[in-house]
């Protein structure tokens, strides 16, 4: 099994800045890549983005391309979800996910990830 713990989380206004922080631990060995979903009140799970740790291939949801960065420190088996000019759109729990899938690494389907972590509380105030 893979465990995930997200942090970084918080209340932030308009405009600002969080960084998100996903640690992984356990068979890590077999987690090709991370992703972030997110899921806002009243609204289906949303695919953000991914990153496959060996190559650091990075793929992001259209709404957030410019504004966020995933990114890795494979030696803390950590991965990153810097956030710029946050909109209230953004307001959401933040969960990280980890799948073995080479041929699906940037997934939009949640079925296609195997451990999600518990997630983290993105308010982004107007």
């Known amino acids: 099994q893979v465990q995930l713990v997200e942090s970084g989380g918080g209340l932030v206004q308009a405009g600002g800045s969080l960084r998100l922080s996903c640690a992984a631990s356990?068979?890590?060995?077999?987690?090709?890549?991370m992703a972030w979903f997110r899921r806002a009140p009243g609204k289906d799970s949303e695919f953000v983005a991914a990153?496959?740790?060996?190559?650091?291939?990075?793929d992001y949801t259209h709404s957030v391309k410019g504004r966020f960065t995933i990114s890795r420190d494979i030696a803390k088996n950590t991965v990153y979800l810097q956030m710029n000019s946050l909109k209230p759109e953004d307001t959401a729990v933040y969960y990280c996910?980890?799948?073995?899938?080479?041929?699906?690494?940037?997934?939009?389907?949640?079925?296609?990830?195997?451990?999600w972590g518990q997630g983290t509380q993105v308010t982004v105030s107007s």
């Open positions: 990153i496959s740790w060996r190559l650091g291939n990075t």
């Open positions: 356990g068979r890590t060995a077999s987690s090709y890549a």
């Open positions: 996910a980890t799948t073995p899938r080479r041929d699906s690494w940037n997934a939009r389907t949640r079925s296609l990830y195997d451990y």
